[in-house]
């Protein structure tokens, strides 16, 4: 018996399924514009629809740059990661940063990177070379800017 390789094809989407889809996409996961007209391209016939639909989406809020953009400044902090590597993350989902700059401004970025510091190293004031370098890789890793590491690393714990 011969068996046929046959190649499965995505559902040709369009009108309601189209917008079916979208809705059930949206009730998962909050999607970035941008990626929510590639994962709909993959499913749709005519990609003008599916652009049409996302601002459609868009504009009446069931799609919101702004909430990814939150979403993704809240899970990113939550993970003890510096403003570099937020924004890098915002670049990946391909939003603006600007959706979120006030917040990042209002940040205490260097009771972060501290914060980190004393949770993976403890309050101690490293005087060895070694130990400082691995600090210092370890907040540049993480994404935080080399003025404020070096502030982290050498701040004495007030008591």
Excluded at 9 to 38: C, D, N, V
Excluded at 46 to 69: F, G, K, P, T
Excluded at 89 to 107: C, R, V
Excluded at 124 to 131: C, G, N
């Amino acid at each position: 018996m011969i068996f046929k390789h046959t190649q499965t094809s995505r559902a040709e989407l369009s009108g309601t399924k189209l917008r079916s889809l979208a809705f059930a996409l949206l009730t998962r996961k909050e999607y970035s514009k941008s990626e929510l007209i590639e994962k709909l391209k993959l499913y749709a016939v005519d990609e003008n629809e599916v652009i049409q639909l996302v601002d459609e989406l868009s504009d009446q809020h069931y799609q919101s740059d702004q909430r990814v953009a939150e979403l993704v400044l809240s899970s990113q902090l939550r993970k003890g990661k510096g403003p570099n590597r937020i924004k890098q993350a915002l670049k990946n989902k391909e939003l603006d940063t600007a959706l979120i700059n006030d917040e990042i401004q209002d940040i205490d970025w260097l009771e972060q990177a501290y914060q980190l510091k004393v949770k993976k190293f403890g309050t101690d004031v490293e005087t060895d070379a070694k130990l400082k370098a691995k600090q210092i890789r370890f907040l540049q890793y993480r994404g935080f800017d080399m003025d404020i590491i070096m502030k982290a690393i050498h701040r004495i714990e007030e008591e």
